[in-house]
């Protein structure tokens, strides 16, 4: 258990369908990220927010679009998914997004499949 | 952007030693870590290393060298637990952070 929570664990849409990945962090961090983990890739950095606002987009397709309302909860918001984009979703958070040691600590995703 | 290399899988035997080696490009560097990630699992933070030279927790320990833009962890006394995929991070100059593909180790008795 880090602290960080993702819901739901397995998620199964259609191409069509809209649906929303939700993580909260109970640390008291202020910076959120969501990753996209693929068989036998890398962790692949999608958006970050720091404070709410957020800092990183890393050329994100526009059918994902995340939402932070507060420092302690993150969506992911889904829609007219493609087949590739099957894969397990990572939220996690940090204190800061930058100076020092300062770790990110990983909910335990969610494996999506869009069928 | 990034590029990240460590070997794709390695096995030992329980209460061996393993080295999982990572070598890295990156545009500015400002620390690196190590994840170990179980399958069905999050990633959980194993060390970082911000400066040259080795940082010792416990049975892992990891190394860094700047100026070769290499790292490794260090498995000692190797358990069955310890079977897991381990993921070398480097974070950049604007403090993004990007993984390595991971390193797969299963740990045999």
């Known amino acids: 258990e880090t602290g960080v929570t993702q819901t739901p664990r397995h998620l199964v849409m259609g191409m069509t369908n809209k649906k929303s990945l939700k993580c909260e962090q109970h640390?008291?961090?202020?910076?959120m990220y969501w990753y996209k983990q693929s068989a036998k890739k890398p962790l692949e950095l999608m958006f970050v927010y720091n404070f709410k606002e957020q800092t990183e987009n890393n050329s994100v397709p526009s059918r994902f679009s995340p939402e932070c309302p507060n420092s302690s909860h993150l969506f992911l918001h889904l829609h007219t998914l493609q087949p590739e984009d099957s894969a397990l979703y990572l939220c996690a958070s940090s204190q800061d997004p930058g100076t020092g040691s300062y770790e990110q600590y990983f909910g335990p995703g969610t494996r999506l499949t869009v069928t | 952007g990034q590029n990240i290399d460590q070997p794709t899988e390695m096995t030992a035997t329980e209460g061996a030693i393993v080295q999982i080696n990572c070598t890295y490009q990156?545009?500015?560097?400002?620390?690196l870590f190590w994840y170990q990630q179980h399958a069905g699992e999050a990633p959980t933070f194993l060390s970082y290393n911000v400066l040259d030279g080795l940082e010792e927790k416990g049975r892992f320990s990891s190394f860094l060298s700047r100026s070769k833009g290499y790292s490794y962890l260090l498995l000692k006394e190797l358990q069955m637990k310890d079977s897991a995929s381990y993921l070398c991070?480097?974070?950049?100059?604007?403090?993004?952070?990007?993984f390595g593909a991971g390193t797969t180790v299963t740990v045999r008795a």
């Open positions: 640390l008291g961090h202020n910076a």
């Open positions: 990156t545009s500015g560097f400002n620390g």
């Open positions: 991070a480097v974070r950049d100059r604007d403090y993004k952070l990007s």
